[in-house]
Protein backbone atom coordinates (compact mmCIF):
# COMPACT_ATOMS: atom_id res chain seq x y z
CA UNK A 1 0.00 0.00 0.00
CA UNK A 2 1.55 3.17 -0.98
CA UNK A 3 1.48 6.47 1.58
CA UNK A 4 -1.04 8.06 -1.23
CA UNK A 5 -3.80 5.46 -0.93
CA UNK A 6 -3.78 4.52 2.61
CA UNK A 7 -6.80 6.20 4.32
CA UNK A 8 -6.87 9.56 5.71
CA UNK A 9 -6.68 8.13 9.11
CA UNK A 10 -4.23 6.16 8.67
CA UNK A 11 -1.99 8.48 6.42
CA UNK A 12 -2.47 11.05 9.97
CA UNK A 13 -1.20 8.24 12.35
CA UNK A 14 2.35 8.18 10.24
CA UNK A 15 2.50 11.44 10.12
CA UNK A 16 2.04 12.23 13.99
CA UNK A 17 4.33 8.98 14.68
CA UNK A 18 7.08 10.49 12.31
CA UNK A 19 6.84 13.60 14.17
CA UNK A 20 7.26 12.07 17.36
CA UNK A 21 10.65 9.85 16.17
CA UNK A 22 11.45 13.82 14.63
CA UNK A 23 11.19 15.16 17.95
CA UNK A 24 13.50 12.43 19.01
CA UNK A 25 16.15 12.27 16.44
CA UNK A 26 16.61 16.01 16.87
CA UNK A 27 16.98 15.62 20.75
CA UNK A 28 19.73 12.77 19.78
CA UNK A 29 21.47 15.38 17.89
CA UNK A 30 21.28 18.24 20.50
CA UNK A 31 21.49 16.25 23.21
CA UNK A 32 22.91 12.59 22.97
CA UNK A 33 22.19 9.71 24.27
CA UNK A 34 20.93 10.67 27.70
CA UNK A 35 18.80 13.39 26.26
CA UNK A 36 16.61 11.16 24.78
CA UNK A 37 16.59 8.83 27.26
CA UNK A 38 15.50 11.39 30.06
CA UNK A 39 12.22 12.43 27.18
CA UNK A 40 11.43 8.95 27.33
CA UNK A 41 10.01 9.31 30.95
CA UNK A 42 7.43 11.17 30.80
CA UNK A 43 6.34 9.61 27.47
CA UNK A 44 6.03 6.07 28.79
CA UNK A 45 4.54 7.43 32.06
CA UNK A 46 1.83 9.41 29.95
CA UNK A 47 1.56 6.20 27.64
CA UNK A 48 1.32 3.79 30.28
CA UNK A 49 -1.69 5.91 32.34
CA UNK A 50 -3.59 6.29 29.34
CA UNK A 51 -3.34 3.49 27.10
CA UNK A 52 -5.09 0.62 27.93
CA UNK A 53 -4.12 -0.97 25.00
CA UNK A 54 -0.38 -1.41 25.79
CA UNK A 55 -1.09 -3.54 28.96
CA UNK A 56 -3.30 -6.01 26.57
CA UNK A 57 -0.63 -6.44 24.25
CA UNK A 58 2.09 -7.38 27.18
CA UNK A 59 -0.17 -8.59 29.42
CA UNK A 60 -0.08 -12.20 27.73
CA UNK A 61 3.95 -12.44 27.87
CA UNK A 62 4.20 -10.50 31.06
CA UNK A 63 1.64 -12.67 32.63
CA UNK A 64 3.55 -15.86 31.49
CA UNK A 65 6.87 -14.75 32.57
CA UNK A 66 5.80 -13.15 35.82
CA UNK A 67 2.87 -15.70 37.41
CA UNK A 68 2.87 -14.70 41.24
CA UNK A 69 2.95 -10.87 40.61
CA UNK A 70 0.47 -9.13 41.54
CA UNK A 71 -1.35 -5.97 39.76
CA UNK A 72 1.47 -3.67 40.80
CA UNK A 73 3.66 -6.20 40.28
CA UNK A 74 2.91 -6.86 36.91
CA UNK A 75 2.62 -2.96 36.12
CA UNK A 76 6.28 -2.21 37.17
CA UNK A 77 7.35 -5.06 34.87
CA UNK A 78 5.34 -3.22 31.88
CA UNK A 79 6.50 -0.08 32.46
CA UNK A 80 10.61 -1.54 32.93
CA UNK A 81 9.53 -3.55 29.69
CA UNK A 82 8.41 -0.37 27.52
CA UNK A 83 11.54 1.11 29.18
CA UNK A 84 13.65 -0.68 28.20
CA UNK A 85 12.18 -1.17 24.29
CA UNK A 86 12.34 2.89 24.25
CA UNK A 87 15.66 2.86 25.09
CA UNK A 88 16.55 0.40 22.36
CA UNK A 89 14.65 2.47 19.91
CA UNK A 90 16.86 5.50 20.92
CA UNK A 91 20.10 3.74 21.14
CA UNK A 92 19.43 2.20 17.33
CA UNK A 93 18.72 5.85 16.20
CA UNK A 94 22.04 7.32 17.85
CA UNK A 95 23.92 4.55 16.49
CA UNK A 96 22.79 6.10 13.19
CA UNK A 97 22.63 9.66 13.31
CA UNK A 98 25.36 9.78 15.75
CA UNK A 99 27.27 6.83 14.97
CA UNK A 100 27.31 6.16 18.83
CA UNK A 101 30.09 3.94 20.57
CA UNK A 102 28.29 1.05 21.84
CA UNK A 103 30.69 -1.39 23.56
CA UNK A 104 29.97 -4.65 23.69
CA UNK A 105 31.29 -8.27 23.82
CA UNK A 106 30.81 -11.07 21.31
CA UNK A 107 30.34 -14.90 23.04
CA UNK A 108 30.92 -17.52 20.41
CA UNK A 109 31.91 -15.31 17.82
CA UNK A 110 35.19 -17.67 16.36
CA UNK A 111 32.46 -20.86 16.89
CA UNK A 112 30.32 -18.71 14.62
CA UNK A 113 33.42 -18.15 12.05
CA UNK A 114 34.32 -21.57 12.02
CA UNK A 115 30.78 -23.14 10.86
CA UNK A 116 30.80 -20.14 7.98
CA UNK A 117 34.39 -21.19 7.11
CA UNK A 118 32.37 -24.51 6.42
CA UNK A 119 31.17 -23.00 3.40
CA UNK A 120 27.79 -24.78 3.55
CA UNK A 121 26.16 -21.36 4.70
CA UNK A 122 24.30 -20.29 7.85
CA UNK A 123 21.14 -19.59 9.00
CA UNK A 124 21.42 -16.95 11.84
CA UNK A 125 17.88 -17.35 14.04
CA UNK A 126 17.67 -14.43 15.73
CA UNK A 127 14.84 -13.02 18.00
CA UNK A 128 13.46 -9.66 19.25
CA UNK A 129 15.36 -9.24 22.17
CA UNK A 130 17.71 -6.73 23.57
CA UNK A 131 19.11 -4.26 20.97
CA UNK A 132 19.74 -6.75 18.20
CA UNK A 133 20.42 -4.48 15.73
CA UNK A 134 23.38 -3.41 17.22
CA UNK A 135 24.12 -7.48 16.54
CA UNK A 136 23.33 -7.34 12.75
CA UNK A 137 26.05 -4.14 12.66
CA UNK A 138 28.35 -6.28 13.99
CA UNK A 139 28.44 -8.59 11.73
CA UNK A 140 30.27 -7.44 8.86
CA UNK A 141 33.00 -8.72 10.31
CA UNK A 142 32.42 -12.38 9.27
CA UNK A 143 34.18 -13.75 6.70
CA UNK A 144 31.19 -13.60 4.20
CA UNK A 145 28.11 -11.70 2.96
CA UNK A 146 25.60 -11.46 5.10
CA UNK A 147 21.76 -10.97 4.17
CA UNK A 148 18.85 -10.60 6.57
CA UNK A 149 15.66 -11.95 5.87
CA UNK A 150 12.94 -9.24 7.22
CA UNK A 151 10.07 -7.00 6.31
CA UNK A 152 11.32 -3.93 5.27
CA UNK A 153 9.23 -0.74 5.20
CA UNK A 154 10.65 2.28 3.75
CA UNK A 155 7.80 4.47 5.03
CA UNK A 156 7.94 3.70 8.24
CA UNK A 157 8.37 6.47 10.63
CA UNK A 158 10.70 4.21 13.22
CA UNK A 159 13.81 4.62 11.20
CA UNK A 160 16.40 1.60 11.32
CA UNK A 161 19.78 2.71 12.53
CA UNK A 162 20.93 2.07 8.70
CA UNK A 163 18.21 4.41 7.31
CA UNK A 164 19.86 7.11 9.70
CA UNK A 165 23.56 6.73 8.94
CA UNK A 166 25.66 7.68 5.98
CA UNK A 167 27.75 4.69 4.03
CA UNK A 168 27.55 1.19 3.34
CA UNK A 169 24.71 -0.86 5.00
CA UNK A 170 26.82 -4.36 6.63
CA UNK A 171 23.96 -6.59 5.58
CA UNK A 172 22.23 -6.71 2.29
CA UNK A 173 18.00 -6.88 3.25
CA UNK A 174 15.91 -9.96 1.03
CA UNK A 175 12.05 -8.80 1.68
CA UNK A 176 10.03 -10.92 3.23
CA UNK A 177 7.39 -9.42 1.36
CA UNK A 178 8.51 -9.86 -1.80
CA UNK A 179 8.20 -13.20 -3.80
CA UNK A 180 8.00 -16.94 -2.22
CA UNK A 181 8.60 -14.61 0.75
CA UNK A 182 12.32 -14.11 -0.13
CA UNK A 183 12.77 -17.78 0.00
CA UNK A 184 14.32 -18.11 -3.09
CA UNK A 185 16.76 -15.23 -2.39
CA UNK A 186 17.59 -17.09 0.95
CA UNK A 187 18.26 -20.32 -0.64
CA UNK A 188 20.85 -18.90 -3.30
CA UNK A 189 22.89 -17.03 -0.16
CA UNK A 190 23.11 -20.12 1.33
CA UNK A 191 24.34 -21.94 -1.53
CA UNK A 192 26.85 -19.23 -2.03
CA UNK A 193 28.27 -20.13 1.77
CA UNK A 194 26.58 -16.53 2.59
CA UNK A 195 24.94 -15.80 5.91
CA UNK A 196 21.07 -15.31 6.09
CA UNK A 197 19.46 -14.18 9.42
CA UNK A 198 16.18 -14.77 10.44
CA UNK A 199 13.94 -13.71 13.15
CA UNK A 200 12.17 -16.87 14.76
CA UNK A 201 10.00 -15.61 17.35
CA UNK A 202 7.23 -14.07 15.14
CA UNK A 203 4.99 -16.23 12.68
CA UNK A 204 3.22 -13.44 10.32
CA UNK A 205 2.62 -16.13 7.64
CA UNK A 206 3.20 -19.38 6.44
CA UNK A 207 4.13 -22.80 7.76
CA UNK A 208 4.61 -23.04 11.62
CA UNK A 209 5.57 -25.49 14.27
CA UNK A 210 4.05 -25.16 18.00
CA UNK A 211 6.17 -26.02 20.90
CA UNK A 212 6.21 -25.22 24.62
CA UNK A 213 7.09 -21.58 25.67
CA UNK A 214 6.28 -21.00 29.68
CA UNK A 215 4.36 -23.26 29.92
CA UNK A 216 2.14 -22.91 26.95
CA UNK A 217 1.43 -24.12 23.80
CA UNK A 218 3.00 -21.04 21.22
CA UNK A 219 3.09 -21.45 17.29
CA UNK A 220 6.74 -20.28 15.66
CA UNK A 221 7.59 -20.30 11.83
CA UNK A 222 9.54 -23.27 10.61
CA UNK A 223 10.97 -20.80 7.67
CA UNK A 224 14.38 -20.85 9.34
CA UNK A 225 14.38 -24.98 9.93
CA UNK A 226 12.96 -25.76 6.73
CA UNK A 227 15.96 -23.14 4.52
CA UNK A 228 18.67 -24.51 6.59
CA UNK A 229 17.98 -28.26 6.38
CA UNK A 230 17.08 -27.80 2.18
CA UNK A 231 20.48 -26.61 1.92
CA UNK A 232 22.47 -28.74 4.60
CA UNK A 233 23.61 -25.89 6.42
CA UNK A 234 23.40 -25.30 10.03
CA UNK A 235 21.54 -23.07 12.05
CA UNK A 236 23.09 -20.89 14.66
CA UNK A 237 20.51 -19.01 17.79
CA UNK A 238 22.24 -15.98 18.34
CA UNK A 239 20.94 -13.16 21.01
CA UNK A 240 21.80 -9.84 22.07
CA UNK A 241 21.36 -8.30 25.07
CA UNK A 242 21.54 -4.40 26.59
CA UNK A 243 23.69 -4.72 29.80
CA UNK A 244 24.06 -1.30 30.21
CA UNK A 245 23.85 2.33 28.81
CA UNK A 246 26.74 1.94 26.66
CA UNK A 247 27.39 -1.81 26.62
CA UNK A 248 25.74 -4.77 24.82
CA UNK A 249 26.44 -8.49 24.43
CA UNK A 250 26.31 -10.76 21.59
CA UNK A 251 26.42 -14.55 22.17
CA UNK A 252 25.88 -17.45 20.24
CA UNK A 253 23.75 -19.88 22.73
CA UNK A 254 23.10 -22.95 20.30
CA UNK A 255 23.91 -24.51 16.86
CA UNK A 256 22.86 -27.89 15.09
CA UNK A 257 21.98 -28.70 11.52
CA UNK A 258 18.46 -29.90 10.92
CA UNK A 259 18.25 -33.05 8.97
CA UNK A 260 15.73 -35.06 7.34
CA UNK A 261 15.16 -38.09 4.51
CA UNK A 262 11.60 -38.00 3.64
CA UNK A 263 8.66 -35.76 4.88
CA UNK A 264 7.80 -37.36 7.89
CA UNK A 265 11.14 -36.85 9.50
CA UNK A 266 11.26 -32.99 8.01
CA UNK A 267 7.90 -32.65 10.09
CA UNK A 268 9.72 -33.93 12.95
CA UNK A 269 12.85 -32.34 12.58
CA UNK A 270 11.45 -29.09 12.11
CA UNK A 271 9.49 -29.84 15.15
CA UNK A 272 12.85 -30.43 17.09
CA UNK A 273 14.44 -27.51 15.54
CA UNK A 274 11.75 -25.33 16.82
CA UNK A 275 11.43 -26.72 20.20
CA UNK A 276 15.16 -26.31 20.70
CA UNK A 277 15.10 -22.52 19.84
CA UNK A 278 12.30 -22.00 22.22
CA UNK A 279 14.57 -23.42 25.26
CA UNK A 280 17.13 -20.94 24.41
CA UNK A 281 14.48 -18.14 24.25
CA UNK A 282 13.15 -19.50 27.41
CA UNK A 283 17.16 -19.41 28.41
CA UNK A 284 17.31 -16.14 27.45
CA UNK A 285 14.09 -14.54 28.89
CA UNK A 286 15.76 -16.00 32.15
CA UNK A 287 18.42 -13.85 32.01
CA UNK A 288 16.59 -10.82 30.42
CA UNK A 289 12.86 -10.94 31.11
CA UNK A 290 12.11 -7.41 30.06
CA UNK A 291 13.96 -7.29 27.11
CA UNK A 292 11.56 -9.65 24.62
CA UNK A 293 9.69 -7.28 22.79
CA UNK A 294 6.68 -9.43 22.36
CA UNK A 295 3.54 -7.24 21.90
CA UNK A 296 0.83 -9.14 20.95
CA UNK A 297 -0.45 -12.54 21.80
CA UNK A 298 2.28 -14.92 21.23
CA UNK A 299 0.16 -18.16 22.05
CA UNK A 300 -3.30 -17.24 20.75
CA UNK A 301 -2.31 -17.93 17.67
Same mark, same amino acid.
Given at each position: ?????????????? $?????????? !??? *??????????? =???????????????????????????????? &????????? $??????????????????????????????? %???? *????? $????? =??????? /????????????? &????????? %???????????????????????????????????????????????? &??????????????????????? !???????????????????????????? #??????? /?????? &?????????????????? !??????? %? /??????? #???
Amino acid at each position: MTPASRPLGGRLKI $RLEALGHGIF !YLT *LRLFGQLGAYL =LLLPVIAAYAATSRKIGRKTAPYLSRRFPSAG &RPGRWLAMI $RNLTSFGQVLVDRAWLGIKDGDLRGEFIGYQ %QLEE *LVNRG $RGVVL =LTAHVGN /WQTALARLDSLPT &RVHALMRYD %QEAAAKHYFDLRDGRRPFEIIDSEGPWGGMIEATAALQRGEVVTIMGD &RLVKGSAVTVDLLGDPARIPEAA !YFLAGSVGAPVVVMFAAKTGRKSYQLRV #WDSWYPR /WENREQ &RAEACRNSGARFAKNLQE !YLDEYPH %Q /WYNFYDF #WQQ
